[in-house]
């Protein structure tokens, strides 16, 4: 055995698991009433959960609910925050049409068709996501479940993988997660995946995605990733996946059935020179705090994968400076790369959980200024807007206007990149489109062409 590999194989042995398997029990919105630590809230707040769940998506399992919930805390736990449904999470409008429906006890096809009306003014696909980044085939063909916003970086979203273990109630995703089965973006053709990325020597990452993909079964994944081992795909650098597992169910890296062969999968893509990356999706440092969560965490990091956090500033759950701290810091000791503070995305309950972009910039400033360098590798805060991932740097005054300072970290063309743009101050902005541009400008200099760039072709 050479050296390289038999430290790769203690490297695993050391990473096996010790936990005692868990069965995954999940409850949706027709199981509210047997989550038995509802019962210590009132009946209203019971009927909120009703009001709201019948409009947006909910899922929680029951290691959410016995080990990352403090239920004395509630309602101001986080994470019961983040996977429970709020009132405000709906509009008064919206929720007094829903919370009439359901004391008239309107019949089931009528709630749904009420349900659907509702969605539909939640901006259920931001940032033109279903019509302007799906790729076509030389013949014209539309794949679907494939995206390709940005010249190097391929997304693939596979059918098995377009739910998750437990729901986040401000997901942008959250449209996919309700029956709307047009709404989905999904594919389980995983040649015509190989097929796009062979004809495409640009794309040197591949993003899968959904959903979770760590919800599917590991064959499904051993499907569509060991086939980019052959050399026809050198191309294709960097595998990342992006995940909330580690935050709802840490099991499937350590206890599941098939955790071992996922975590053997990994591993031979990291020993093939493949670099995989865990984009993991983390919003408070609680979820960080189980057993079982470090366990996972210690034997992804064993396969050679690199895990990297991201998540969205979050009224209600994260929106202060000392989280964010905590979190990092605990992150970088776990050996996790922070990577991203998102904004909260313009769509679902974003009324509930919008921080204005002014206060985001200064609590991303605080809490960096109480982390080491190594946890300073956090971007933010971060729109993914529909012409890119605009950065806010921070907020300046340049010869007497106050202004954000911005740049693109990411855009649909790749010109925009790192090329810094100026936003008059706005208090109460909270996404990009609220911005106007600093100095008497009357447009962005990217506006014209991105929309151009709309225009059907
Ligand atoms: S895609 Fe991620 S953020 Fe959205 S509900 Fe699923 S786990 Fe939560």
Wanted: hydrophobic share 40%.
């Amino acid at each position: 055995m050479s050296t390289t590999s038999a430290l790769s194989r203690i490297a695993f042995d050391i990473a096996t698991p010790s936990a005692e398997p868990r069965t995954f029990k999940v409850y949706t919105q027709r199981d509210l009433d047997k989550i038995e630590a509802l019962n210590t809230l009132s009946e209203e707040t019971r009927f909120e959960m009703r009001v709201v769940s019948s409009v947006l998506p909910f899922r929680v399992n029951a290691y959410v609910i016995d080990e990352l919930i403090d239920w004395r805390k509630v309602p101001n736990d986080p994470i019961y925050q983040l996977t429970f449904p709020q009132r405000d999470m709906l509009t008064p409008d919206m929720y007094e049409r829903m919370a009439e429906a359901l004391r008239a006890d309107l019949p089931r096809e009528q709630l749904q068709a009420l349900a659907q009306t509702l969605r539909a003014e939640l901006n259920p696909h931001p940032a033109g996501q279903l019509e302007l980044n799906v790729p076509c085939t030389d013949d014209g063909e539309r794949l679907n479940g494939l995206q390709h916003k940005y010249r190097e970086t391929v997304l693939f979203f596979p059918s098995q993988g377009q739910t998750c273990h437990s729901y986040c109630t401000f997901c942008f995703r959250w449209a996919q997660f309700v029956g709307d089965k047009e709404l989905r973006m999904a594919s389980t053709e995983a040649a015509k995946l190989h097929a796009y990325l062979k004809s495409h020597t640009e794309v040197t990452d591949l993003l899968i995605t959904g959903g979770d993909p760590m919800v599917m079964k590991t064959k499904h994944l051993v499907s569509y990733l060991e086939p980019l081992l052959q050399p026809q795909f050198s191309h294709v650098q960097t595998i990342r996946i992006g995940t909330k597992a580690l935050t709802f169910w840490p099991h499937r890296f350590v206890t599941d059935n098939d955790a071992d062969e996922l975590i053997d999968l990994l591993r031979r893509l990291s020993a093939a020179g493949k670099h995989v990356a865990i984009m993991a999706h983390y919003n408070h440092w609680k979820e960080l705090s189980t057993d079982i969560a470090q366990q996972a965490i210690a034997r992804l990091r064993a396969t050679g994968a690199e895990i990297r956090s991201q998540g969205p500033l979050l009224a209600h759950i994260n929106d202060n400076a000392d989280d964010w701290a905590t979190m990092w810091r605990t992150q970088v000791g776990l050996g996790i790369v922070p990577y991203y503070m998102f904004v909260e995305r313009d769509t679902g309950a974003r009324h509930h959980f919008e921080v204005p972009l002014a206060r985001a910039w200064n609590i991303y400033r605080d809490a960096m200024q109480q982390v080491s360098g190594l946890g300073r590798t956090a971007r933010g805060p971060s729109m993914s807007a529909g012409p890119g991932k605009v950065e806010i740097q921070g907020i300046a005054e340049i010869q007497g206007e106050k202004v954000f300072v911005l740049r693109f970290i990411q855009g649909r063309n790749p010109d925009w990149v790192q090329r810094p743009f100026f936003a008059r101050y706005d208090e109460n902005a909270t996404w990009l489109d609220q911005l106007k541009p600093a100095f008497g400008e009357q447009r962005f200099f990217f506006e014209d062409e991105y929309e151009a760039m709309q225009q059907p072709t």
